[in-house]
């Protein structure tokens, strides 16, 4: 079939809107039809030519909802109709993986994933010339239709809105569960929460969710403190108007430091300061964030010597076909919230204007609508 998507043809460059063909679902795969996309700062991430793992010519794209179409030969769990939510950590249960409950990193089809192509190791996606086009991180959502393996999608609730609940693919999850599951803050907690966008608004709504006490959030821009407030924020820091070290003035503002700190930035630096914001015996910083190539992080042994700890998270540690749908469900019944963060609604021919709007620092969540 022919279908309508933004193609990434180079890095650095704007993502081309273009007719491409699709083959449909092979053994195992399934042929969805998507309704909605946010633009995560990871799509910006490998268009931009950082990412050294980015290919190209691809197809971006990775926080989408849709409709199955199709269900290719021996794909039980799901039929068309069904409403789903790809996902870029797949969960096969049956891996190595998958059966270590300390992990969600389910590896079934990690390596084709890695390399743009269906577990066949080949591509569904081609330009109308033939040249393929490759897919990324198994979902390619900036496409009107596309092919997953089942065991890339989460069925969902089917009164839940596509357009909200797309969030739910990447930024939602990621940020609460980095809270919820990987952290494991307990009521009451201290934390911060560096770098106020579309996923540390996520980890503060965590952090409300858990029942923390105190949620300082950590942004060198001011905008982002209003939003972040009616999240759960009770204290805002702007590393620019403090006199002196940010990691002692955090330490004074938490009384000790924190419980807990993320990190929702990508920048190292932000990351040493998270983790030595943490408080000493106990404090855990998790590193959520995505750095550029080649970037290390550092800081003193003595740190965790002195019992603070550093770890990081993926897809905010869950599993997505167990855990999504559950988060659907709190969305529907209010139990989070996410159409504040949804500040901007594009078609498919707009959607180079999301990343204008991020990279401009004026939205939280760009979504296109098919
Ligand atoms: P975003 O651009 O919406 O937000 C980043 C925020 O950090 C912005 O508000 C920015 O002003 C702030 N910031 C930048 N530098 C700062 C600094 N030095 N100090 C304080 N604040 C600073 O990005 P996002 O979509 O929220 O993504 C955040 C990070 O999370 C990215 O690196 C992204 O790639 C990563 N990510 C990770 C996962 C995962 O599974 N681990 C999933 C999705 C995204
Ligand atoms: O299993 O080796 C692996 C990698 C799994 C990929 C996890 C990606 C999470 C971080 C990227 C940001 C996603 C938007
Ligand atoms: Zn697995």
């Not at 496409?143 to 739910?168: Q, S």
């Not at 042994?301 to 855990?323: H, I, K, N």
Request: charged residues 20%; contains cysteine; proline residues 5%.
């Amino acid at each position: 079939m022919r279908t309508r998507a933004a193609v990434a043809i180079e890095a650095g460059k704007p993502l081309e809107i273009m007719d491409v063909n699709l083959e449909g679902p092979k053994a195992g795969e399934v042929l969805v039809e998507i309704k909605a996309t946010g633009i995560c700062h990871t799509d910006e991430f490998t268009l931009s030519g950082a990412d050294p793992e980015g290919l190209f010519p691809a197809i971006l794209g990775h926080e989408g909802a849709g409709v199955v179409l199709e269900v290719g030969e021996g794909v039980t769990s799901l039929k068309p109709g069904d409403h789903v939510i790809p996902l870029y950590t797949p969960e096969c249960r049956q891996c190595e993986y998958c059966l270590n409950p300390k992990t969600n990193l389910c590896q079934a089809i990690r390596t084709t994933q890695g390399q743009g192509l269906m577990p066949d190791g080949t591509t569904r996606f081609s330009m109308l010339d033939g040249t393929p086009i490759l897919h990324y991180m198994g979902c390619s959502t900036f496409a009107n239709h596309t092919v997953l393996p089942e065991i890339a999608l989460a069925k969902v609730n089917p009164d839940a809105p596509f357009d909200k609940i797309c969030y739910i693919g990447c930024g939602v999850t990621t940020g609460i569960g980095a809270v919820i599951n990987t952290a494991k803050v307990e009521i009451g907690s201290r934390a911060i929460v560096f770098g106020l966008g579309g996923i540390g608004l996520n980890v503060i709504q965590g952090l409300r969710l858990a029942g923390a006490d105190q949620i300082v959030g950590v942004d060198l821009n001011d905008s982002k403190s209003q939003m972040a407030r009616r999240f759960g924020m009770t204290d805002f820091v702007n590393p620019n108007d403090v006199q002196g070290d940010l990691v002692a003035h955090l330490v004074e503002l938490t009384g000790g430091g924190a419980d807990y700190t993320f990190d929702a930035t990508g920048n190292v630096n932000v990351m040493r300061a998270a983790l030595e914001s943490a408080h000493k015996g106990w404090g855990e910083s998790v590193i959520i964030g995505v750095a550029p190539a080649g970037a290390e992080i550092s800081t003193r042994p003595f740190q965790l010597v002195t019992g603070r700890v550093w770890r990081g998270t993926a897809f905010g540690g869950a599993r997505g076909r167990t855990d999504v749908p559950k988060i659907v469900d709190w969305y529907m019944d209010g139990k989070i919230e996410i159409d504040p963060m949804i500040t901007h609604t594009l078609s498919l021919d707009e959607i180079n204007t999301g990343f204008d709007l991020m990279h401009r620092g004026e939205s939280i969540r760009s979504v296109v609508v098919y």
